[in-house]
């Protein structure tokens, strides 16, 4: 008998150039958010990295006004993106 067990779902991870890309911001906004404890991250191999449940939680907590740019994913990779429509 075999048994198939669901693997665990490893998330997307984004460095720092493409969370800012995604979020909207700048690099450098990113990096000062991040120090500043308003947006959670993970260290891997001494890096920086932030998963989609990051970047969402922090869009969430901080609230981003209609003329900010949404996260949409185009071609598997979440990019910053202006709503089409109002």
């Known amino acids: 008998m075999v048994t198939i067990v ?3 779902r490893v998330p997307k991870l984004f ?3 493409a ?8 690099v450098d ?4 958010e991040r120090k500043r404890a308003k947006i959670a ?3 891997i191999g001494g890096r920086i990295r ?14 981003m006004p ?5 996260l949409g994913e185009i071609g598997g ?4 993106q202006r709503p089409t429509s109002r």
């Not at 906004?29 to 000062?32: A, H, K, M, P, S």
């Not at 932030?50 to 609230?63: C, F, K």
């Not at 209609?66 to 949404?70: E, I, K, S, T, V």
């Open 41 to 43: 991250h993970t260290m």
């Open 19 to 26: 969370a800012a890309e995604a979020l909207g911001v700048s």
């Open 6 to 8: 669901d693997q665990p």
């Open 15 to 17: 460095d720092e150039r």
């Open 50 to 63: 932030y998963t989609e449940a990051h970047l969402t939680r922090y869009i969430e907590e901080t609230g």
């Open 29 to 32: 906004t990113l990096r000062r």
């Open 77 to 80: 990779y979440w990019l910053s």
């Open 66 to 70: 209609d003329d900010r740019p949404r």
